[in-house]
């Protein structure tokens, strides 16, 4: 406990570097699968092939990723910048099937009511085609956001891992609070960014309160 | 970068004896079926008997959801200082993450076979036990394969990890890399690791296609329809 005392300015560096390595991914996985996934739709052979570089990319070991990045795009091995990217591969890998899903799960009569008054495409796909695939895109948010957040913790072997690391502090010193602190307050920000996910998502769809919502896919 | 890799990996010498390639790799496997093996003996009857009885659903879906929180460098390092440093640690830590994909995906399968079915199945005269076996499982079996790909993966990647706290197999490149600013060791773990993964990953695809039955995937529709439409008569009649 005065491990505690003594380090809270440690704690809340690696909490800070925590939150920006799991959440900077999460958002460019999302800017990025949105129009990936709008194009797959539009040009459906894209599809199949894009979701299955996606299940192979998600299939690679985090540290696997985090070191062969540098190699393949020339950062310093021991940069943020690996992190970041990795993690955001695995959010668009993962995301992008959701999107598809979300913008096919669109039924026809509504496109086409749309287009009959005069939607164009870019106001049809962001005011009507975007909010109704909300809650596919927002399961595998989901899962992408909890996912980032434990394994940003795999980075502080090479060096960068927020929170991951109270994990080699502790082991370095055989020392156990600094690991049960880093496993805690690791749970605890993934709870908070899942139960923020799913307000954010009733915000986004009101229509939704009054019915069953979506079943959740089980991966 | 890569030159310095390519020499690495393919030096024979690199590839021989107790810290050669080969050697890596094969404990690397073992320690990933071992695990593997021990999660699916914990999971699977388990899942089996949430999915068939639908009770405790609740436990299931929560476990499953905590395990994808979990930092696996904090339960790594958390049971090896608890229990000491070894190959034992290692193991359950690995096998703790094994078990959540597996338990929530039979779980999943089982209880989402159709009631109709079930029924039917009931009314033939089947037992609970024979629903079991010959209804539940084999229609569950592609969501439990899936579940055991995703516990093979997670347990793949964390082996890698474990090398922090010294565990052999690959992942001792990467850490051993890592100390000795030694970076074309590093890749060859990383990449022989990611290599691993998508090999298993096909496997598990292969399990998956000629292990579910037919009549599941509609892989041998076509086939079956043309033999009931034209099928020739009994040669001895």
Redesign the interface.
């Given at each position: 406990m005065t491990w505690i005392g003594d380090n809270t300015g440690l704690i809340w560096t690696q909490l800070g570097q925590h939150i920006y390595l799991s959440l900077i991914p999460m958002v460019l996985g999302l800017v990025i699968s949105v129009p990936l996934g709008y194009v797959a739709t539009r040009f459906s052979w894209l599809a199949n092939p894009l979701v299955a570089l996606g299940g192979v990319l998600y299939s690679l070991p985090s540290i696997a990723l985090f070191i062969v990045l540098p190699a393949i795009i020339g950062t310093k091995v021991l940069s943020q910048a690996n992190i970041i990217i990795a993690l955001t591969i695995y959010a668009v890998s993962l995301l992008i099937r959701n999107v598809i899903d979300g913008l096919r799960s669109v039924p026809e009569d509504v496109l086409q009511a749309a287009v009959s008054v005069g939607y164009g495409t870019l106001r049809r796909v962001v005011t009507i085609d975007l909010p109704i695939a909300v809650p596919v895109i927002f399961t595998g948010l989901r899962v992408v956001t909890v996912a980032n957040i434990s394994m940003v913790s795999v980075g502080a072997i090479i060096g960068v891992g927020g929170l991951g690391q109270l994990f080699t502090l502790g082991f370095q010193q055989d020392f156990l609070t600094p690991i049960v602190v880093g496993v805690v307050l690791s749970l605890a920000l993934a709870l908070i960014a899942d139960i923020s996910l799913v307000g954010l998502q009733r915000l986004l769809t009101p229509w939704a309160r009054a019915v069953v919502p979506v079943k959740e896919v089980v991966r | 970068?890569?030159q310095g890799?390519l020499d690495y990996i393919t030096d024979p010498a690199n590839w021989s004896g107790a810290e050669g390639i080969s050697n890596r790799i094969a404990q690397h496997l073992g320690y990933t079926f071992l695990s593997l093996l021990i999660a699916a003996v914990i999971a699977f009857p388990v899942g089996l008997l949430i999915g068939h009885t639908r009770r405790g659903a609740f436990i299931a879906i929560n476990t499953a959801?905590?395990w994808?929180?979990?930092?696996?460098?904090?339960?790594?390092?958390?049971v090896?200082?608890?229990i000491g440093i070894g190959k034992v640690p290692v193991i359950i830590a690995l096998v703790v993450l094994g078990i959540p994909p597996i338990l929530?995906?039979t779980y999943?399968g089982v209880s989402g076979v159709d009631r109709a079915t079930i029924d039917a199945a009931r009314g033939m005269g089947m037992t609970g036990r024979e629903i079991l076996t010959k209804v539940e499982i084999p229609i569950a079996l592609p969501?439990i394969i899936?579940g055991l790909r995703?516990a093979t993966?997670q347990i793949?990647?964390t082996a890698?990890?474990a090398a922090?706290?010294a565990l052999g197999g690959l992942?001792r490149y990467?850490?051993d890399g890592?100390s000795l600013r030694d970076?074309p060791q590093?890749?060859t773990?990383?990449?022989l690791?990611?290599v691993l993964?998508?090999l298993l990953?096909l496997c598990f695809a292969a399990i998956g296609r000629y292990a579910v039955s037919a009549g599941l995937t509609g892989r041998l529709r076509r086939n079956t329809d043309t033999k009931t439409s034209t099928a020739p008569a009994p040669a001895g009649v």
């Open positions: - | 970068m890569i890799f959801n905590a994808r929180a979990l930092p696996t460098l904090g339960l790594l390092t958390l090896v200082l608890l929530a995906s999943a969501l899936s995703s993966l793949v990647s890698t990890v922090y706290v992942g990467v850490i890592l970076f590093m890749l773990g990383a990449v690791v990611a993964a998508i990953d």
